[in-house]
């Protein structure tokens, strides 16, 4: 069984930055690309950024490219995200994901275990 844990989400002023952790239980979590995405309660969950088991290749949505990196620490089953020049529009709920389908999977149907979510707020 694979549990994902969130964490790191918060208040930021719009410009601000934000580190967002996510932390996995299983034996297996190195072997599997690892995923964000973001929702707001009116809209479909949105693919953020995608990374490989190996560290090699990540892959991250047109909105935050340039600002948001993805990362992971096999030994500590933890994948981050960090989010700089964050932007109102940044505001959402966000997720880690394990991927099914390796790094360039961007559609929530390609991922099979979910976080409960952190949410992250900007402020203008």
């Known amino acids: 069984q694979v549990q994902l844990v969130e964490s790191g989400g918060g208040l930021v002023q719009a410009g601000g930055s934000l580190r967002l952790s996510c932390a996995a239980t299983?034996?297996?979590?190195?072997?599997?690309?690892m995923g964000w995405f973001r929702q707001a309660p009116w809209k479909e969950r949105e693919f953020v950024a995608a990374?490989?088991?190996?560290?090699?290749?990540?892959y991250y949505a047109d909105s935050v490219k340039g600002r948001f990196t993805i990362s992971r620490d096999n030994a500590k089953n933890t994948v981050y995200l960090q989010m700089n020049s964050l932007k109102p529009a940044d505001a959402d709920v966000y997720y880690c994901?394990?991927?099914?389908?390796?790094?360039?999977?961007?559609?929530?149907?390609?991922?099979?275990?979910w976080g409960q979510g952190t949410p992250v707020t900007v402020s203008t």
């Open positions: 990374i490989s088991w190996s560290v090699g290749s990540t």
């Open positions: 994901a394990r991927s099914r389908y390796g790094p360039y999977a961007n559609t929530q149907d390609q991922y099979d275990y």
């Open positions: 299983g034996r297996t979590f190195s072997s599997y690309a």
